[in-house]
């Protein structure tokens, strides 16, 4: 079997309301890649891929040349074709190479009858348990709906989450506001819900001392873990030398390197793994089994998908014994989707493994047509701008949070 083209259709998916970060926002909406490769025997992959609000779809286009022709079973090759290590000092195709990978685990799946999991030795879960992620947002500009911004606002907004979902672990978006109050957020969280368990994650925007005393703050409660709370290797290695609760990253451990690194001189506990910063599903399974063998755990972080990637999600999710935390997923704030049959839904919690061949989705095409149309009419969207901010940037560790009293709604042109 041969690749014989890659096709890529960049689509703005709606969200509820724009999503609050440490570095700007989701200004209402996800804009995903959707890839599509081709074969000659009839079969087509599904990738998917995002990326700080802009379309990646001349990247893709770049590498037909590379890959037209291609076995998609020869996954180990694709990866040196498209992703050496020495060569991606140029040309860094990491999160590219995850969405081929996607693809052609797709195909791969398709072709032999069976679920992507059971190209990895079958599932040993048939439900990922999810988190509720909470983030704070502006209302959406044309509702004025969905504003989280005020400590009632985000415990009703938990609490409607809670009784939609069945979420029992709820992960706070942070370093948006001061820790003070964010620590205010926190611990009206825990009131909330004190059977359930939390995560708390400021995208490393606090310093070691505020993350310090945060951490010391919340030591008493239900915490999986603390979540790159400042930025950097040292930094977090100081933390994790003086904190009783674990902590967790998705930044400073997010390659091979990083892992060796962290297997010998420890700075978190819990690695979460993203299926696209990685570099795909086999990368992310190669990588909790060295953490397995090191007594490290893992977690599935979400970078923001649709059901495409929220599908490689569930399949990592499916084979990974030591998948001791529920899994992040943006997925929850979405209106919508591109896979055929709307958004999957949660139960309890939880969301089942596909159980189709391949990825076990198929697109919905004219959604696709739908979606592709509003990514043309609104463009692009800078993930690292705050609308209602506009001349700041983040220092890091920031020392100029946004004001919660500050209940103004932002203007959405970009800037
Ligand atoms: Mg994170």
Redesign the pocket.
Known sequence: MKITDIRATTVTVPLEAPLRHSNGAHWGRFVRTVVEVETDGGITGLGEMGGGGESAALAFAGLKTYLVGHDPFDLNRMRYAICNPTASLYNNRTQLHAALEFACLDIVGKKLGVPVYQLFGGRVRDEIKFASYLFYRYPDPKSGNGEVRTIEQLVEHAKALKAKHGFTTHKL?AGVFHPDYELECYLALAAAFPDDTLRY?P?CALSVEQALRFGHAISGLRNDYF??ATWGFSGMRRLWEKLSTPL????IVIDFEQLATNVRDPAVDVI?LDTTFWGGIRACIRAAQICEAFGLSVAV?SSGELGIQLATMLHLGAVLPNLVFAA?AHYHHLLDDVIAGGKMGYADGCIPVPNGPGLGIELDREKLGTYAELYRTLGGYPYDRDPGRPQWYPLLPNTDFADPRDARAPDFRTP
């Open positions: 978006k994650d995208n979540e790159d967790a990253t998705n930044t979460l972080h992040d």
